[in-house]
């Protein structure tokens, strides 16, 4: 797995709120595609995880606003990968706009199968190793 | 099935737009619940439905803005099946602040398996019998 | 101010994501719809203060999911309030489905004028006093 | 400006419902984004259009859903002008997946000023001349 990688994400106009700023319940959905574009980066697939049935849930989620994101803005989403255990994968995400830093966030996850029970984190996703073929997109 | 409804609905702050109004896009969810909740005032209940493998999906979707909806208005949705069809549902909404008329809407379902493979729409949907037990809520 | 309210709200079925759960991001949305009616409840109205120029932001939100909320159940989401000082105000979060706690989570506030300009928290949300007339609804 | 634009988007995990599928409700703002992107690449520029105190609203949208789109999916959003009056702006628009036409919709926009008062829709949107010098981004 890649342990740190960046998106490229435009405020969309649904996304803005009165005060024509990023509503900041919208930070967690960017932060998700954060993730998602960082396992693909990295040689995986989400979609593909969850057809096998292994399903990655978010267990805690926090964020920090300093600056507001404002409609229209080009905003860069920088996802790192703190640490990852059997139980549980910790990220970190710093939200930019050019060079300033708007938001910071982390969340916590845990994977679950189709019944709930809690799984392991899969073995390659604890090592720089790439993801066994058949989660390959 | 019942033939009309209404639901109340309040805007909220994350569905209004930098213009303070509420989302065109959001109608069509406001839509959604005023489907969902004319199924529950007659008995029966979507999510049961979908459990027993009846997915209902929208195949056409429509609507007209004549005056915009602001964070924090109370709206009525009033929801009314236009013709059932075995191939197809049509409804017609109007959403409401007071007596004024903010847009009206119209839709087109159509039944599908999990296979994604078209059904015939439930016989107690074309009638105004109550829905089979095994889809009360 | 009333320092506790609950508000009843259904999952709605765009809210709720491939695995059938309500989505995590849209909680702190739900958290927002339980501050904003417990203001209401207490006499006052935040589109009203917004008008006035009194913008209310969100400067941390953080949450902790426990079980899923699934598309169409019934959720209690109690606000409570921990702490207002000048500079900002706290509150806490329980997503409830009957007597299950779901997720919990908390929310620090700052108030700011149309500038962008940090402002004192007006002194009717520091004290169990109604808020002034001009801001009633 | 230009007759015709595409772009990519992805549908991320929030925009997918219980089904696995693009919400119908989200296809409307991806022809936001389809008709914003069109404009950029025009020349022009809506957020400083908005700044401007040139309001573009929808007045009618609709859409025909002929096949679903998953969760992940990498789509093609064609938008294309079909006719601009001094009154209003027609779009029509393709949601593609490979080669698949997934769904079809149209909107008419029309313009206002701040106080909700009809405007002319502006010259240059209605040629293939470029936007004026102050709206460029």
Redesign the interface.
């Known amino acids: 797995m890649l342990t740190q990688h960046e998106i490229q994400v435009r405020v ?3 996304e ?6 990023l ?4 930070y ?2 960017y932060f ?2 954060g993730r ?1 574009e960082m396992l693909r980066a990295s040689g995986g ?3 593909q995880m ?1 057809e096998e049935g292994i ?1 990655i ?10 600056k ?1 994101a ?3 803005d080009l905003l860069t989403v920088r996802t790192t990968i703190d640490r990852v255990t059997p139980a549980k994968i910790e990220h970190r995400y710093e939200v930019l706009r050019d060079t300033q830093c708007l938001a910071e966030g982390r969340t916590t996850l845990a994977v679950i199968d189709r019944e ?1 029970r809690v799984r392991r984190v899969p073995e390659w996703m604890q090592t720089p190793e790439p993801p066994p073929k058949e989660t390959l997109a």
Chains 1, 2, 3, 4 share one sequence.
């Open positions: 969309r106009y649904e803005a709120d009165p005060m024509g700023f509503h900041h319940a919208r967690f959905a998700e595609m998602t697939c989400y979609r969850e399903l849930v978010v267990v805690r989620a926090e964020c920090r606003f300093r507001p404002r409609y229209d709930g």
